[in-house]
């Protein structure tokens, strides 16, 4: 049987937490086989240790161990905010219907009742993998563009904030209570809605939002309101919908780099980031590059 590529041209790691780690060789052989790097932890107390020396790009985890539970260390991960974003996929004999949905509860995105079938496991892998590594540069990426996205589940609790956002949440007067969106917030879950809120500075913030993502949570973007020569704030930079790309080489831009520097940091052709550039004035609305890196700035309206 033909076996599933890696998401990417490098070896994704993926972290098997098992306490029978032997009965998994097939599978552990078949990611290898795939272009997988694997790790394994016996317990969800050596997850956690090996977690805090590697970043994996996904996790396949045991639901039920001895000592701490699979369930339970899935929390602990997903309650670390440099380890939230990787995706988690349950393996295990626990098949009740209580147990599939603690599963999800508590932050897996997938659960795979033993025994395994390792090409199963491999498609479900592969697609989880390269969804959040897509999902990761695109939050990343609005970030670089001094915005920020949340992740609001269906009961109203923080699924997900890019840094940026945690930043502006925790400058709400009064800031919102743990895991949970702020009051305030709260108008921006209606379906195409787009309000303005005040830190306890006084800045302005702008929340947009964006519709549904995965696992029914919503998508707000924050962006910050700079104001314009006639005291209005400035859109324009939120409305040009730049791709993740276009994102990046406009921030690079915007801190004085030229087309050489962006392509040698971004890992492609001058001639490349020229023609992003072209997109970028187009969908700005502006010809010059100081235009487009004062926009970036805040400095234009």
Known sequence: MQTLSPPETERPVVLVVDDAPSSLGMLCDTLESSGYTVLVAADGEAALQRLELVVPDAILLDGLMPGLSGFETCRRIKANAALAHIPVLFMTGLSETAHVVEGFECGGVDYVVKPIRAQEVLARLHTHTR???????????????????????????????????????????????????????????????????????????????????????????????????????????????????????????????????????????????NKHLEHIFEKLGVETRAAAAALASGQLA
């Open 131 to 273: 969804n959040a590594r897509i999902t990761r540069m695109a939050r990343d990426a609005v970030d670089v563009a001094g915005m920020g996205v949340v992740f609001v589940d269906a009961r109203g609790r923080i699924a997900w904030r890019s840094p940026q956002a945690a930043l502006w949440l925790h400058a709400l007067d009064p800031p919102p209570a743990a895991g949970l969106l702020p009051a305030s917030l709260e108008p921006a879950l209606a379906p195409g809605a787009a309000i303005a809120v005040a830190t306890a500075a006084g800045a302005r913030i702008s929340v947009r939002n964006l519709g549904a993502a995965a696992l029914g949570e919503t998508m707000l973007l924050f962006a910050a309101q700079p104001e314009g020569p006639a005291g209005k704030p400035s859109a324009r930079l939120a409305e040009a919908a730049l791709t993740p790309r276009e994102t990046e080489v406009l921030s690079w831009l915007a801190k004085g780099k030229t087309n050489r520097d962006i392509g040698e940091i971004l890992g492609t052709s001058p001639r490349t980031v």
